[in-house]
């Protein structure tokens, strides 16, 4: 089955709100870091924000304030709360998982719009 899947994209307004969950099958006790990222049309897949294994979080300058990564390590969920969402921030979001065997999962993907 697939290893990593996200869910909880759709359609928002500029100022809205949405949920983003990932869940994975991957080994929870070898996994160092899961994190989010995205892809706009015709731009290169960016970092949206990172959790590790201890709890540390990194977040993109564009979207500070706005998003907070969280993860349950029991259940191998992670989510990512998008608040003040504006158009810029259309993309596909990817669930990423990376273990300390220097391998990397990723998602299929779910589709974020922001309208104007």
């Known amino acids: 089955q697939v290893p990593v899947v996200e869910s909880g994209g759709g359609l928002v307004e500029a100022g809205g709100s949405l949920g983003l969950s990932c869940t994975t099958t991957?080994?929870?006790?070898?996994?160092?870091?899961m994190g989010w990222y995205r892809q706009a049309p015709g731009k290169e897949r960016d970092l949206v924000a990172v959790i590790t294994r201890g709890g540390s979080t990194n977040y993109a300058d564009s979207v500070k304030g706005r998003f907070t990564i969280s993860r349950d390590i029991i259940k191998n969920n992670m989510y990512l709360q998008m608040n003040s969402l504006k158009p810029e921030d259309t993309a596909v979001y990817y669930c990423?998982?990376?273990?300390?065997?220097?391998?990397?999962?990723w998602g299929q993907g779910t589709q974020v719009t922001v309208s104007s």
């Open positions: 990423n998982v990376r273990t300390e065997w220097r391998t990397e999962y």
């Open positions: 991957v080994l929870t006790s070898t996994i160092i870091a």
